[in-house]
């Protein structure tokens, strides 16, 4: 691994490195301590754009985790902020949960299904048959296609369940349009959330468990990364990917002592 630089601003990934299933994963308390102790600027990102920040701190609370909601970056706010800078105060037929159409009410834009400029899809656990027809028609008839992001699965309790990305691709195969996904792997999600806390590539970090998602946006975006082993990547995972995070650690506890 090659040598850190001192790190002044830290962006992380929510599952798979502070959390797991509901459950607070170890060190990880004493992480968002540190942070807070030391007055790091940091946001907690996650591509799950089902929830407000309001409601994933309480989540967050729950597990013994103490996040303010303005310490979190969801795929759904990032999109938001994206259509918002493309067109201020436009309009989009919207398939998602509370997460999504907050932020986009937030951002100022309009939801109908009545000619808007997009369609914004982002993940719910129960994908309407009508509503993706509605979106297939829509694009058909020139709406632009955005996702929150590219993920295809989801976890549950009782194993995987399709999402966002897998949703888009049966968009894709009935209108032959692809989306912009927002989220990450996408460094834009990374670049707005550095832009929120006024924080700098140079010297700020992101710490995830997927090299395909949290690593590459990160080191797309210019930041140092800390890959930990705690979610859905192993070591031996590292060596089919070309890039190389900046430290491989087992978990959050060990990114602590960077902090």
């Known amino acids: 691994m090659t040598s850190v630089r001192p790190v002044a601003a830290w962006l992380s990934d929510m599952d798979g490195v502070l959390m797991h299933e509901g459950v607070a994963l170890p060190g990880a308390a004493e992480f ?30 729950a597990a013994g985790l103490d996040v303010p909601e303005e310490s979190l970056w969801t795929s759904a706010l990032a999109t938001a902020r994206f259509l918002s800078d493309q067109v201020p105060g436009g309009s989009a037929y919207v398939v998602g949960e509370a997460g999504l159409t907050t932020a986009m009410y937030d951002a100022g834009y309009t939801l109908t299904a009545a000619r808007p400029e997009f369609v914004v899809l982002g993940e719910t656990r129960t994908y ?77 970090a992101m710490v995830g468990d997927r090299m395909d998602t949290d690593v590459l ?17 192993r070591r031996e995972d590292v060596e089919r990917y070309p890039i190389r995070p900046t430290e491989i650690l087992p978990s959050i506890a060990e990114v602590t002592a960077y902090v």
């Open 128 to 204: 309407s048959f009508e509503a993706i027809t509605q979106a297939i028609r829509l694009i058909q008839n020139g709406a632009r296609f955005i996702a929150t992001n590219p993920d295809v699965t989801g976890p549950s309790a009782d194993g995987d369940l399709p999402a966002t990305g897998a949703v888009a691709a049966m968009i894709t195969a009935a209108t032959g349009r692809k989306p912009y996904f927002v989220g990450k792997p996408n460094p834009m999600m990374i670049r707005s959330a550095l832009n929120r806390i006024d924080a700098h590539s140079e010297t700020a």
């Open 217 to 233: 946006a990160g080191l797309e975006a210019g930041l140092q990364t800390f890959l930990v082993l705690t979610g859905s990547t």
């Open 32 to 61: 968002i301590a540190a942070l807070r102790e030391k007055e790091r600027p940091f946001l907690i990102l996650t591509n799950n754009s089902i929830f407000t920040p309001r409601d994933l701190s309480a989540r967050l609370a």
